[in-house]
T-cell receptor, first 112, second 113 residues
Framework: QKEVEQDPGPLSVPEGAIVSLNCTYSNSAFQYFMWYRQYSRKGPELLMYTYSSGNKEDGRFTAQVDKSSKYISLFIRDSQPSDSATYLCAMTLIQGAQKLVFGQGTRLTINP | NAGVTQTPKFQVLKTGQSMTLQCAQDMNHEYMSWYRQDPGMGLRLIHYSVGAGITDQGEVPNGYNVSRSTTEDFPLRLLSAAPSQTSVYFC????????????FGSGTRLTVV
């Protein structure tokens, strides 16, 4: 069983829809949670970063962490065609924070 | 400010050949890592470094070597290429503990035939 599970999709939604992307994990020691966005043939870029449980909002993006359920989510409001990309969740321990563990990535397409 | 620069962008190797993937960053980051990305597998950590002269193995280190003689550079060496090493390789760097996320390079697409 992978430490971090992410539905690979693909996920296709109409422009303006609310998108929910999710990851589950098995290691309760993970403390730092990240979402990366990766456009085709590009490197991942950091989208959101959260520490421990709770919500964090940045414009149209909201990251949510539920450590009791070992579940993290990324919500995209008012989705745009430019949001079409692969979204990767990643997490790490407090110590050894240089070692990121990634989910498989979800490919998202926003249709105009 | 170039960020993380990886060369080459594309490479085709024959089985058994060796090569070095280059990675350089100009952000004075202490932490650097190499990941490989395969379909359906996400990114997997190959080797990482917490500073010049210090390296350690990640999840999939076999067949790869690294060294870190300067803060800026972190090359990845394939000792004897195998078809299983066909992948996209990403180098990443981070400031401090790395918990605030890494900056990734644009990747090297490697095919071993």
């Amino acid at each position: 069983q992978k430490e971090v599970e992410q539905d690979p999709g693909p996920l296709s939604v109409p422009e303006g829809a609310i998108v929910s992307l999710n990851c589950t994990y098995s290691n309760s020691a993970f403390q730092y949670f990240m979402w990366y966005r990766q456009y085709s043939r590009k490197g991942p870029e950091l989208l959101m970063y959260t520490y421990s449980s709770g919500n964090k909002e940045d414009g149209r993006f909201t990251a949510q962490v539920d450590k009791s359920s070992k579940y993290i989510s990324l919500f995209i409001r008012d989705s745009q065609p430019s949001d079409s990309a692969t979204y990767l969740c990643a997490m790490t321990l407090i110590q050894g924070a240089q070692k990121l563990v990634f989910g498989q990535g979800t490919r998202l397409t926003i249709n105009p | 400010n170039a960020g993380v620069t990886q060369t080459p962008k594309f490479q085709v190797l024959k089985t058994g050949q060796s090569m070095t993937l280059q990675c350089a960053q100009d952000m004075n980051h202490e932490y650097m890592s190499w990941y490989r990305q395969d379909p359906g597998m996400g990114l997997r950590l190959i080797h990482y470094s917490v500073g010049a002269g210090i390296t350690d193995q990640g999840e999939v280190p076999n067949g790869y070597n690294v060294s870190r003689s300067t803060t800026e550079d972190f090359p990845l060496r394939l000792l004897s290429a195998a078809p299983s090493q066909t992948s996209v390789y990403f180098c990443a760097s981070s400031y401090g503990t790395g918990s605030n996320g890494y900056t990734f390079g644009s990747g090297t697409r490697l095919t071993v035939v």
